[in-house]
């Protein structure tokens, strides 16, 4: 505790000092003299002429410039674009490709905008990406990746079949070749029903399309026991992926854990070719009580030469016979026998869960 008579009296400011050093400052005007005021005007005016003649050097050095530019490079015709060096992975021309950038032998190669011709070349819907560069001292540089197709696009409900001559790539996006390759005509086909509009260079606004993309890539790389290539994917509804092969099977898949589905596939086509049989039909849309149809061995599956683009390149000569599904737990009739079941392979592949392997087990039972 501090007691008020312990404390260090303040010192006090001397009210005399307090605001000396304002008032001792004098507001006093003083008036330029005229030596002054003729200073002040020749430094303006030797700024002024200096700031003029930096700008007339300026001026002359940037029309010189222009003179020896036009003079050396645009009039010279040695700079003239003479050679185009074009390189794409697709079906585009280097005189499509010049003629959409707009690139003539008469231009210079100094004149040419690289911006303006890389967006008209991304302007076309075949189009992913381009890189143009300019060399010196006449040649322009051009590599383009174009958008390979995949597969045919059709939609047959609203009019728009192979001879719209409608590719879709990759990543869904649909273009259009006015020049057909030999090799398109073994892509298939993909049947998207439900799209009345396609909008060229755009990617197709549809969750099924996408899935029988995927569909069409697990085919590709996939090892399978039996050939298998599709020759047309059908999209009826958002719940159902059709799959016709060449060799005349039919698949069906459910849009949505195509990895479990393949994989059943698989099982399946292993489990019956080792049975000696060909598969005609399996619906793996189920979960459970698989249907699979077979086709009858009296007479072989006869191979087709494909004539046309996407379609079914073969197809049984006889007809398929139906399957049923018998449950594990059901007995046969008294009085009647069961048939033997197909040997196992030496080696069998390797089988997914016991519960998925036993209802595979039963639908090979019959045949």
Known sequence: ?????????????????????????????????????????????????????????????????????????????????????????????????????????????????????????????????????????????????????VAWLTSVAHGIDQKSRLFVDRDGVAIKCDEVFREYLTLPVINAADQPVITLGREVASPELKEALALLEQIRTRDWSVPCSVSRIDIPNSWTLTAEMESGAIFTFRPGDLDRQMDRLEFILAKTRSAGRSVASINLQMQRNVPVRFFDEAAPVAELVPETAGASTAAPAAGSRNVGYTPAAASAPRGTARPAAPARPAKPPIAPPRREDDDIQSILRGI
Not at 36 to 43: D, F, S
Not at 61 to 84: D, E
Not at 86 to 95: E, Y
């Open 1 to 149: 505790m501090t007691w008020p008579f312990g404390r260090k009296p303040k010192r006090k400011e001397n009210a005399r000092f307090r605001n000396r050093k304002r008032e001792s400052v004098l507001a006093v005007e003083v008036p330029l003299s005229r030596k002054e005021i003729r200073m002040r005007r020749e430094a303006r005016t030797k700024l002024l002429v200096r700031w003029c003649i930096v700008g007339c050097a300026a001026v002359i050095t940037g029309l010189y410039v222009r003179s020896v530019w036009k003079s050396s490079l645009q009039s010279n015709p040695q700079f003239a674009v003479s050679h185009f060096e074009f390189q794409t992975n697709g079906g585009i021309s280097a005189k499509e490709a010049a003629a959409t950038a707009g690139l003539r032998t008469d231009m210079n190669v100094m004149d040419v905008d690289l911006t303006q011709v890389r967006e008209r070349l991304l302007a076309l819907p075949r189009v992913k990406a381009v890189n143009v560069t300019r060399r010196l001292p006449d040649q322009v540089a051009i590599e383009m990746e174009e958008r390979l197709p």
